[in-house]
């Protein structure tokens, strides 16, 4: 079945920076897109960046451009998202996600 395990959330404080991690599992990743998902507390999931089965393509929510950084590494079947110059706007629980399929989430809390 598919699985989905995300990692590398924590406190940061505004301005810094966090990897997260997604491996994935159950599936031929590679010949899938791979998203990051985030949902704040009283708000709606958002789309937060999507990279192509072989990366060749990345999109970015206005909100994250220039900040963060969607990768894959399909050799160890693991999504990745760079996310620089945090602010405390970007607190959420971040979610990996693909044909319908989440993990369990990653919180990020942005604060000083």
């Known amino acids: 079945q598919v699985q989905l395990v995300e990692s590398g959330g924590g406190l940061v404080q505004p301005g810094g920076s966090l990897r997260l991690s997604c491996a994935a599992s159950g599936f031929i990743f590679s010949s899938y897109a791979m998203s990051w998902y985030r949902q704040a507390p009283g708000k709606e999931r958002e789309l937060v960046a999507t990279i192509t089965n072989i990366g060749g393509s990345t999109s970015y929510a206005d909100s994250v451009k220039g900040r963060f950084t969607i990768s894959r590494d399909n050799s160890k079947n693991t999504v990745y998202l760079q996310m620089n110059s945090l602010k405390p706007e970007d607190t959420a629980v971040y979610y990996c996600?693909?044909?319908?399929?989440w993990g369990q989430g990653t919180q990020v809390t942005v604060s000083s």
């Open positions: 996600g693909t044909m319908g399929y």
